[in-house]
């Protein structure tokens, strides 16, 4: 890794990061024994769904059987564990046909028995299955509205988790009397187990009421029969010291900060001295940009409060509220916010990109900025302000060839990002 080439440095780190939170690395230690007398019953969603069934039969002495539910995509060559695919982020009928067919595979296990819930993100978009009397047409509609509000992961997990007949802890209920233990690689800031996918398998501390009081936040048009499921209460979920998850157990088995930590190895093994600023910033995607930006300029006109050579990383996940019509991504719509403010900088480059290998619900990871990329961009009669209120940050970065594109990582811990200053 060469700092003559800022691009591929940044690249560098990046793969260093997904590397860290990879299914291979981060499950095999976290792995239960097998039960002494009773089946195992794998069950899983999320983008990295299929990566860990696959790690869990590569390790796992005995017998096994379950399914999982993971992104198109996404999936992985399983013998024993079934692997469906489904849409994301807004759910499809794949996904609905998986999640009920994943809760009548967990009846009638005994206290013998062992379920293995492997979650990861992306698991509540893929595990579709609306409660009693509410449409998967209406959980669409809201998960779309959801999306475009500016919503918090947290805030639209907890409307999720009151609309469906199988997250927020209702999956695990119908495992009992089995243990259920659940691993997860955490894509939510603040690794609240409970957030990520909605927690199928884990009590839920949120209510009714806060789904009421999120959908009237952000004016979403909530129809008369879902608003009754949530004021009737027929929609609350499980709470915490439910005698019936008493023998359950959870580990979070990756986060945002252990991929922040392997790419700032990677950073000082190069010779550049690496800055975590948070594992889990969140916010309006274009404000974080213009507050990386700051920093950034100031390290680079006046050596504070760090001095160059330098890398600032940080991770989260951000939102963006969609006013526009372009095509977009938060990590696009960061380093666009970020290229206006640091207005051609000199020697301050960028990469942001979400780990999972997909921004947004594009076919990139992120894109790389770098110092020139404005002036560039006015070669192409390109503005870069105008694109950013069209929420067009992808455009943006496609147009002068600088957009990231791997595939599925088979991961997911959320947004990366790496601002270079030389």
């Given at each position: 890794m060469s700092l003559s080439d800022p691009r591929q440095f940044l690249l560098d780190l990046y793969g260093s990061a997904v590397a860290a939170v990879s299914a291979e690395k981060c499950l095999p230690p976290h792995l239960p024994a097998p039960p002494a007398?009773?089946?195992?019953?794998?069950?899983?969603a999320g983008k990295g769904a299929a990566a860990m069934a696959k790690v869990v039969e590569d390790y796992w002495q005995g017998e096994l059987s379950g399914l999982v539910v993971t992104?198109?995509?996404?999936?992985?060559?399983?013998?024993?564990i079934e692997v469906v695919e489904a849409a994301h982020p807004v759910p499809d009928e794949a996904g609905r046909q998986a999640a009920a067919r994943m809760l009548d595979m967990v009846q009638g296990?005994?206290?013998?028995?062992?379920?293995?819930c492997l979650i990861s993100g992306g698991g509540s978009a893929l595990l579709a299955l609306p409660a009693p009397g509410i449409t998967l047409e209406q959980k669409q509609a809201i998960n779309?509205?959801?999306?475009?509000?500016?919503?918090?992961?947290s805030e639209m997990n907890c409307v999720r988790k009151h609309l469906s007949a199988i997250k927020g802890g209702r999956l695990g209920l119908a495992c009992a009397p089995a243990q259920v233990v659940t691993l997860l690689i955490s894509d939510v800031p603040g690794d609240d187990p409970g957030i990520i996918a909605s927690g199928p398998t884990l009590p839920d501390p949120t209510t009714c009421a806060d789904a009421l009081a999120i959908?009237?936040?952000?004016?979403?048009?909530v129809p008369d029969n879902?608003?009754?499921?949530?004021?009737?209460?027929?929609?609350?979920?499980?709470?915490?010291?439910?005698?019936r998850f008493a023998s359950d157990r959870y580990q979070v088995i990756a986060n945002a900060q252990d991929a922040?930590?392997?790419?700032?190895?990677?950073?000082?093994?190069?010779?550049?001295?690496?800055?975590?600023?948070?594992?889990?910033?969140e916010g309006e995607a274009r404000d974080v940009g213009q507050v990386h930006a700051a920093i950034a300029r100031q390290i680079a006109r006046r050596n504070q409060p760090m001095a160059k050579p330098c890398v600032l990383l940080s991770g989260g996940e951000t939102t963006v509220t969609v006013r526009g019509q372009g095509r977009g991504g938060r990590n696009a719509e960061f380093l666009l916010s970020l290229a206006v403010a640091l207005d051609g900088c000199p020697g301050v480059y960028a990469l942001a990109c979400d780990t999972d290998g997909i921004d947004g619900s594009e076919d990139n990871?992120?894109?790389?900025?770098?110092?020139?990329?404005?002036?560039?961009?006015?070669?192409?009669?390109l503005q870069a302000r105008a694109l950013l209120e069209n929420n067009d940050g992808y455009g943006f970065f496609q147009a002068l060839g600088d957009l990231v594109t791997t595939g599925p990582t088979r991961t997911n811990v959320n947004d990366f990002r790496a601002v270079l200053i030389l």
């Open positions: 007398k009773g089946r195992t019953l794998v069950i899983g992104r198109y995509g996404h999936g992985a060559d399983c013998r024993r296990l005994t206290e013998h028995d062992l379920v293995l779309k509205a959801l999306l475009k509000s500016g919503a918090t992961i959908m009237r936040k952000y004016g979403l048009d879902v608003r009754r499921h949530l004021e009737s209460g027929a929609g609350e979920t499980p709470k915490p010291g439910d005698a922040l930590e392997a790419a700032a190895a990677r950073a000082r093994a190069a010779g550049i001295t690496p800055y975590i600023l948070s594992d889990d910033i990871a992120g894109a790389i900025c770098t110092p020139d990329a404005l002036a560039r961009a006015v070669s192409q009669n």
